[in-house]
């Protein structure tokens, strides 16, 4: 039999425990007699020896009692450096479990025929117990709060909270107490009159939103924390655009649901993102439609570990499907996507595979031995300035990668495949978007001769996806500047990845085939107020600290971008973010015929392919020139 090994004792926690003790062991004496001098207003010559007596024979049995309930309530084991409610109510209740046991065990004591101990002896007692018991348990958080400050006092970080709630309540409690934060709050903003001068944590609440500006020139504010995680986007806008005149950084909760969870701590706050500027609540999306849609089902995603494909799998993730394949063909993106979904859906069923949608012999493969029910076709080239460079991969990657792709769904019986398009498709000047339009037009054909719904979704950027220009602002504060602006004037539609993604989601479930969806992405932000906002957001000043310049157009690029073809028309749907457009007629045979010299083209590296896109696209345009320079 194996003998147990033992704990090696620890000194320091054994050196606590004993100090604790001895203190008790004092407090219960002099709380015992002290509590009796207050009673006879601390005339000793008034107090009766009878009195006297029965405290003192019982005073060692007490004392026994005393540590034995103060450690069932567990006194000697809470980590009194944090220490909260809880270890503040088991204080009480010992003391009086503690106060009772006493008032009943000390009648035993008592001489026979003597007076018992006046009852506000007792009382007395029992306060004098939770005092001294409370001084030495919470004193220790006093002056470690002394300490702390003391030790930040020249290093701080001067803060601003904004929001006198449950959840500011959270957050400043943590920064007071905590040893490791150099923040010091100065002062509290909230909307709501009846809080204002009034205290949290010891901090004033000085006023509602127009001292914003005042009170952080006043205070030095550094950082303005927004703890207000259940006020609309449109209200968040508007409070931020208040703040972002400060200079100051600018942090906030996630979201309600933190508060909710309990989750509410410093190390939740994020900092204030260029999407809290939009002005407009986040899009929700019937997930019961979406539920019922994928569920079960066996779905393929291609360009799964890219921006919106990594999206479209997280969202697929949860909503049960049968199995769950991705596609991509950079290692990297796949195995980052595929290592986060088999860690938090366990159970999920999941393959990951490296593939080309170029290469016909593997995408037939997959197809053939997978049998997906629905695909989502998000494997495409979308840089802009790099296909003018390179147009003939755009050709081959987007154009006949889709027809590849497309190609293996019909032949394998799936029952819905939706590709991902872009506004760049309607009237494009550039050969990324004529690309996409060839791509719309290819299923658009092939809705007509399969049984498998081929559907389009449309939409314009998302917030923070690769090649967003958000990274790139973001990258370029980090090293001091300057902002890279092209145009003063260039506009662009905004949405935030998992937006987006959900509507194409839905925009999937609403597909009968044939349908170019298109997303309503809300009013376009100017490219300029995106930078100076995020400029601002870091805490910077535009132009003094951080400076932005203009490069001009890149090659291809359009002062905004279009969602619908003016020809195509518009039908609503249930949502009404999502609209219909109508297909435009193809002559089939020609556009066969158009393919496959374009593609012979692409196949050769044709110096000339622009022409020949032009020709299938007749409202793409692009500079004589620039196909001449470039090819």
Known sequence: MEKKTRKPLNVKLFYRRTCLIIYDIISVIGASYLALLMRYSFDFSAIPQHFIDPINRFLPVNILITVAVLYVFRMYHSVWAFAGETELQNLVMSSIVSAVCYSVGIQFFRAEGQQAVP?????????????????????????????????????????????????????????????FSTMVIRCIIDDDPGKWGRFIQGIKVVGGRDKIIECADIFGIDEIIVAMPSISRMELSSVLDICKETSCKLRSLPG???????????SKLRDVEVEDLLGRDPIEVDL??????????????????????????????????????????????????????????????????????????????????????????????KHVPLMEDSPNEAVKNNVFGTWKTAQAAAMNDVKRFVMISTDKAVNPTNIMGASKRICEMIIQTFNKHY???????????????????????????????????????IIRYFMTIPEAVSLVLQAGAYAKGGEIFVLDMGKPVKILDLAKNLIRLSGYRVGEDIKIEFTGLRPGEKLYEELLMAEEGMTETANKLIHIGKPIEIDESAFFVQLKALKEASKNE?????????????TYHYKKNESAERE
């Open 288 to 381: 019961n439609s979406i539920l019922g849609y994928v569920k079960d089902k066996k779905v393929l995603v291609t360009g799964g570990g890219g921006s919106i494909g990594s999206e479209l799998c997280r969202q697929i993730a949860t909503h049960y499907p049968a199995q769950l394949i991705i596609v991509d063909i950079y290692e990297n993106s796949a195995y980052d996507i595929q290592q986060e979904l088999l860690s938090k859906y366990p159970e999920l069923s999941l393959v990951v595979l490296i593939a080309s949608v170029r290469n016909t012999n593997r995408m037939n493969w997959i197809f053939e031995t997978y049998k997906p029910d629905i695909v989502y076709h998000a494997a495409a080239h």
């Open 119 to 179: 009852s506000s002896y007792y009382f007395l007692y029992v306060f004098l117990l939770i005092s001294l018991v409370f001084v030495s348990r919470f004193s220790y958080r006093f002056f470690r709060s002394l300490k702390h400050k003391q030790q930040n006092k020249n290093n701080s970080i001067s803060v601003m909270v904004i929001g006198a709630g449950e959840a500011a309540n959270l957050i400043i409690k943590e920064i007071v107490n905590s040893n």
């Open 451 to 489: 049984d498998t719904e081929f559907v389009a979704v449309r939409f314009g950027n998302v917030l923070g996806s690769n090649g967003s220009v958000i990274p790139l602002f973001k990258k370029q504060i980090l090293a001091g500047g300057p902002v890279t602006v092209t145009h003063p004037d």
């Open 256 to 266: 309600m649901y933190q508060l909710v969870n309990g989750e509410v701590s410093v």
């Open 606 to 618: 044709s110096n000339d392919i622009r022409p020949m896109i032009r020709e299938i696209v007749p």
